[in-house]
């Protein structure tokens, strides 16, 4: 990737390249259209008025962060490339603030990086038809409430595909990629070097080694919800590791 990318989705989407090259060159792929159409659950949450919302991947709070560091970080607010972003949207819709934000931030910066950079590796051409421009400019023109319906989200965009799929395929629920990257991470068959990437001498100069165990303890002992603060850790790690240790 070239920087610590924090988002476990680039495991799976390399397996699924590597997986497609064997006999395709040239793919299409999704990428897009939640980001248009509203397609995350985040976007439906409620942010409260003294946030900001720091796109729909957001793994650990900042005060979290900060008692994970060895030394304090009093002059970084995360929140920072992300403000002058959130100020510009302020005045519109709570879901159009989110998509704002998402689209220029989420969705170059994690979600195309991720799938340009996975799908060259693996010698594949992607292309990303739900990003047409024309389409967007159809998304941004739907009003907040009809993008949701219940515990379905970019409702418009299912039943407009609902006209050339069956329903079960349009309207299927929203899962990513199932792969259980979580339950490899807790499996001691599979976690030896993440423990020792975890726990090794570079990130004991970084990290709070206490708060750190603590973490990694109770994500062993069953609290899953803790993976992607484990993954991300891991992936910094690895890219500390390789270009500066």
Known sequence: MGQPLGDASAVAFSIGCAAVAEHAKVVYSGEGIDE??????????????????????????????????CAPLDDVNPADPVKPIWDEVQGMEPLLQKLTVDIRLWLEGDIYFNTDRTSTACGIELHTPFSDLRLFNVARRIPPEYQFEGEQNKITFRMAASEKLPEEVAFRKKVGFPVPVRKWLADEKYNKPVETMLFGAASQELFDQEVLKKLWSDFIGGEEQYWGRIYAIYAFLIWYEKNFY
């Not at 397609?39 to 005060?63: F, Q």
């Open 36 to 69: 248009f159409f509203g397609g995350y659950n985040a976007h439906k949450r409620e942010i409260p008025k003294e946030w900001t919302y720091l796109t729909c991947s957001h793994i650990m709070r900042e005060d979290y962060v900060r008692s994970l560091l």
